[in-house]
């Protein structure tokens, strides 16, 4: 089913999150299930290529902004694309907090990246999202290792501070931003990904184009469930301290591309340009696409930072 068939053909029924109501697919897994979804149920569906990933684990429940909720929230149809740039350290160091520190990969040069999303079956619904981040130090890593520097450079263990990160469902805007403390905001994000054609675009306050980007999937390669993992930790400050956020990602069908030559990017106006332009990337190093996978995303947890 695509975005716009989601958007127009869907009745809604309205849900409290904390003290914000917010509207939700009526049937869907979160009408139904409020984050308990039954995996069994999700197994049937076509689009899902299995739930053992789910099955090792269980969910608890936890208090938080949004009310009591349960995590992980759980992706089990998922695809995403992820442009990562080499920028100037200086203008990355720019952008973050005091407290973290960029991950520097090459004398005076850190990494950047912008990364689109498509959920097709999660705990809460179809959604797409976008991101533009920066690689930065694990908290309190002391002196980083070179097997930590490789497996960052590999994107199998990344940390990041995410700038902007808008979606484009209700319901992931509040769950993301009073939930996590991640700068999300909602609007129009249409994001196809396929064996042969990655395309993104996120529309800005004017309904014009934030940014647009058109390119070659790369050649996919197929892997068993829990073989091909990978995992990112992301920091955020709210709550008067600070929060690490750790999702790991199943991957069941990806490739990547070194040094990509042919990837069409168009960055116009509105906060996603903004924030790249603002870490003048100088080249693009790695273009990598997951065609099929599935994620576990928790919730945050407190941490000393600092």
Do not use: C
């Not at 497996?151 to 996590?180: C, F």
């Amino acid at each position: 089913m695509s975005q716009t068939q989601n958007a127009t053909t869907t009745e809604t029924v309205d849900v409290a999150l904390g003290d914000r109501t917010v509207s939700v697919p009526k049937g869907g897994l979160y009408d139904r299930y409020r984050m308990q979804t039954d995996l069994d149920e999700v197994a049937r569906d076509p689009r899902v290529a299995g739930v053992d990933f789910f099955r090792s684990q269980p969910k608890v429940e936890v208090q938080s902004n949004i009310g009591p909720t349960f995590t992980p929230n759980f992706y089990y149809a998922i695809s995403d694309a992820r442009l990562t740039f080499l920028a100037p350290t200086a203008a990355l160091r720019k952008r973050l907090p005091r407290e973290l520190d960029p991950l520097e990969v090459l004398p005076g040069f850190g990494l950047a990246s912008l990364v689109l999303f498509r959920y097709d079956v999660a705990d809460i619904d179809f959604y797409t999202e976008a991101a533009v981040g920066i690689g930065v130090k694990p908290a309190n890593h002391g002196r980083l290792g070179t097997v930590d520097l490789i497996a960052a450079l590999k994107n199998n263990n990344l940390d990041s501070y995410v700038l902007s990160l808008p979606v484009n469902t209700e319901i992931a805007q509040v769950r993301g931003h009073d939930g996590y403390g991640f700068p999300k905001w909602v609007t129009d994000i249409d994001v196809e990904i396929d064996d042969q054609t990655t395309y993104g675009r996120i529309t800005n306050d004017s309904g014009g184009t934030d940014l647009e980007l058109k390119a070659p999937t790369p050649k996919q390669t197929k892997h068993r469930t829990g073989t091909a993992l990978s995992s990112l930790t992301s920091y955020t400050h709210f709550n008067g301290g600070w929060h690490a956020t750790f999702n790991q990602t199943n991957a069941l069908a990806s490739g990547s591309r070194l040094f990509p030559r042919d990837i069409d990017l168009t960055l116009g106006e509105g906060r996603i340009s903004d924030d790249i332009r603002s870490l003048k990337p100088v080249r693009k190093l790695a273009f990598d696409v997951i065609t099929s996978g599935q994620l576990a995303l928790h919730m945050p947890r407190v941490i000393a930072l600092g």
